[in-house]
C-alpha cells in the first residue's frame, strides 16, 4: 500500500502484469464509463425543452464516450504489458483528464448557461423596441 505513494511506483516505464481482480476492475470502470456515455448521449437526443442542458448531456456523452475508449485502450496496453504506452502514468493522466474535463462541463452548466440565459433574456428585451420590417 505505500508504495501507491512512492513517484517510481507510478513512473516506471516498465510495467507489470495487472492481477486478475483489477483487470476485472478496469475492464467494468471502462466499460460503465461508455455506457454513462451512451446513456447521456441517448437523453441529450430526447430532451428537447431546453437547449442548454441538451448540451451539457452532449458534452457529458462526449466526455464519457472519449474517457471510456481510452481507457479501454491503455488497459489493453497495459494488459499486454506494452513499455512505455502500458505505463501506470497513463492511468494519472487519464484521471487527470477526467477531472479536468467534469470539472469544464460543471463550470459551463454552472456558470456559463445562466449567463446564456440572461443574455437571451436582454436580447428578447431589447428585441422588441427595435422595429420590424413590414411585410408585403
Request: a positive charge; glycine letters at 6%.
Amino acid at each position: 500500500m505505500s508504495q501507491l505513494f512512492s513517484l517510481s511506483f507510478w513512473f516506471s516505464l516498465q510495467t507489470t502484469g495487472l492481477s486478475a481482480t483489477f483487470e476485472h476492475v478496469f475492464f467494468f470502470l471502462f466499460a460503465i464509463v461508455i455506457i454513462l456515455g451512451s446513456i447521456s448521449r441517448i437523453m441529450a437526443r430526447n430532451k428537447k425543452d431546453d437547449r442548454f442542458m441538451v448540451k451539457v448531456y452532449k458534452y457529458l456523452g462526449q466526455m464519457c464516450m472519449t474517457m471510456g475508449v481510452t481507457g479501454l485502450v491503455w488497459f489493453f496496453l497495459a494488459y499486454e504489458q506494452i513499455y512505455f504506452f502500458g505505463a501506470r502514468f497513463w492511468f494519472l493522466a487519464w484521471v487527470l483528464g477526467l477531472i479536468v474535463w467534469s470539472a469544464w462541463i460543471v463550470w459551463y452548466a454552472k456558470v456559463r448557461i445562466p449567463e446564456l440565459k440572461d443574455q437571451g433574456v436582454a436580447k428578447v428585451e431589447t428585441n422588441k423596441y427595435i422595429p420590424k420590417s413590414k411585410r408585403k
